[in-house]
């Protein structure tokens, strides 16, 4: 499903060690379009985009420039097509989670709590168990209003990463 959400076709999806047929993608992908029709509007979107200025943009106005879509091979341009959706999606994540630390890190100043790191769209804190209720309201406000559609935050604790459980206020 993602592949296909990030611009893949029929054949990406028989290649990519699905071990699905190129006939069942074709009719797999053909139930996806119906199912999600906002990912052909997107799609559509990221092309034309492209085409009239050569790159695409984050939601945030970041820009990466995928001068292959001007090329005269069609199969160089349904690549550039691909690339400009996973660059969209990928930069606006990366966007998202970059303004979100910035503004945990401003928020932590007078705690004892540090930001450690982040994995993908994760972000790890070293938190004492008294800043923890305060904490997770810092960190999960740090997410709400960077988009104009509210986004999901999971929050779980725990001693180390393995012991790690869904969080609840005490």
């Known amino acids: 499903f993602l592949a296909w959400y990030y611009g893949g076709n029929e054949r990406t999806l028989a290649t990519i060690d ?12 053909g139930q ?22 050569g790159y695409v943009t984050s939601l945030y106005g970041r820009k990466r420039w995928i001068p ?4 005269p091979d069609r199969t160089q341009k349904a690549e550039a097509v691909r690339m400009g959706a996973n660059a969209v999606i990928q930069m606006t994540a990366a966007d998202i989670i970059k303004i979100a630390l910035r503004c945990i890190h401003d928020s932590l100043n007078g705690y004892q709590s540090k ?11 070293d938190c004492p168990m008294n800043e923890v209720d305060k904490v997770v309201d810092i960190v999960v406000q740090s997410f709400k209003g960077l988009l104009s559609i509210e986004l ?19």
């Open 18 to 29: 699905t071990h699905i047929r190129g006939s069942d993608a074709r009719r797999g992908i």
């Open 32 to 53: 996806l379009g119906i199912a999600h029709p906002a990912r052909g509007a997107f799609v559509e979107t990221v092309e034309g985009s492209l085409k009239l200025n």
């Open 68 to 71: 292959s879509i001007y090329s």
């Open 115 to 125: 930001l450690i790191l982040t994995v993908h769209d994760e972000v790890v804190l």
């Open 152 to 170: 999901p935050v999971e929050v779980k604790v725990g001693l180390n990463w393995g012991a790690m459980e869904a969080y609840h206020e005490t």
